[in-house]
């Protein structure tokens, strides 16, 4: 049982930068593809970024390329996201998920587990 736990959230101004990381344990995490999604208040859960197993070709939802780049480091098992020019509407619930499989995907329900979320606000 793979088990996800994200941290780096918090509170900061529009322009601002975070850094999310995702901590992960009880599976095989270099076989897993690894993904980053955010829910914001009365909205549905939506895809920001996605890594493959080895780390190359990230994948990014259009509102947040050249802003955000996900990385993993597979020796120590996480996953982070470095959030640079953060807007208003960043400001969501982050959640880490997790799938076995090589192949990217961009849909919540393609993956199989999921951390419990971490906090980002960005003031304007």
């Known amino acids: 049982q793979v088990q996800l736990k994200e941290s780096g959230g918090g509170l900061v101004q529009a322009g601002g930068s975070l850094r999310l990381s995702c901590a992960a344990s009880g599976g095989t995490f270099d076989k897993q593809t690894m993904a980053w999604f955010r829910q914001a208040p009365g909205q549905e859960r939506e895809f920001v970024a996605a890594s493959s197993w080895s780390g190359g070709s990230p994948r990014y939802e259009d509102s947040v390329k050249g802003r955000f780049t996900i990385s993993r480091d597979n020796a120590k098992n996480t996953l982070d996201l470095q959030m640079n020019s953060l807007k208003p509407e960043d400001t969501a619930l982050y959640y880490c998920?997790?799938?076995?499989?090589?192949?990217?995907?961009?849909?919540?329900?393609?993956?199989?587990?999921w951390g419990q979320g971490t906090q980002v606000t960005v003031s304007s």
């Open positions: 998920a997790a799938r076995l499989g090589r192949l990217i995907a961009t849909i919540g329900g393609q993956y199989d587990f």
